[in-house]
T-cell receptor
């Protein structure tokens, strides 16, 4: 069974440029998460979807970040415009809420460097 | 808001020594999960604890959930070089089903 797939794996952009990340969750998982992980820190939740609905976006910087999950499957996370402080790993994860304890399965991450 | 703290932040041990990392939440948790992240990799689920006072073992790893469901620990017996990585605890909010708050992790280095 395929895991959570993310692209691109690596992205280097200049500040003020836009960037988008894509995520395909594990088949059958109705909950999708976007986390941001800074170097030496734990993952920080940006947004959580249950099916198509964003049920927790309290940590998403809405002035420059946006996300969507059309049809309740794939999701994109966009940053526009990017700032130097946005350099981090953006992790997508999915889970089957209602399964054993809501175990989260992470993708390999999209490594963003803003210069 | 809910916070999850882990100590220590770093630990260097000689191969064969034991290792323990501690996790503390500011609020009561519904469950606690532990993840391992290898250098350059992504977090990988290890285990989940749900019951007050629960203890689970995976080979050389022992996980505990506190009686008050606000703290947890991971103990590794006789570390090996393959244990190198960062160990994260993640607390499930008792009031918000599905929300997990991650600690900042404990990075383990094992000297052969």
């Amino acid at each position: 069974e395929a895991g959570v797939v993310q692209s691109p794996r690596y992205k280097i952009i200049e500040k003020k440029q836009p960037v988008a990340f894509w995520c395909n969750p594990i088949s059958g998982h109705n909950t999708l998460y976007w986390y941001r992980q800074n170097l030496g820190q734990g993952p920080e939740l940006l947004i959580r979807y249950e099916n198509e609905e964003a049920v927790d976006d309290s940590q998403l910087p809405k002035d420059r970040f946006s996300a969507e999950r059309l049809k309740g499957v794939d999701s994109t996370l966009k940053i526009q415009p990017a700032e130097l402080g946005d350099s981090a790993v953006y992790l997508c994860a999915s889970s089957f809420l209602g399964g054993p304890g809501n175990t989260i399965y992470f993708g390999e991450g999209s490594w963003l460097t803003v210069v | 808001g809910q916070q999850v703290m882990q100590i220590p932040q770093y630990q260097h041990v000689q191969e064969g020594e034991d290792f323990t990392t501690y996790c503390n939440s500011s609020t009561t948790l519904s469950n606690i999960q532990w993840y391992k992240q290898r250098p350059g990799g992504h977090p990988v689920f290890l285990i989940q604890l749900v019951k007050s006072g629960e203890v689970k073992k995976q080979k050389r790893l022992t996980f505990q959930f506190g009686e008050a469901k606000k703290n947890s620990s991971l103990h590794i017996t006789a570390t090996q070089t393959t244990d190198v990585g960062t160990y994260f605890c993640a607390g499930g909010s008792a009031s918000n089903t599905g929300k997990l708050i991650f600690g900042q992790g404990t990075t383990l280095q094992v000297k052969p």
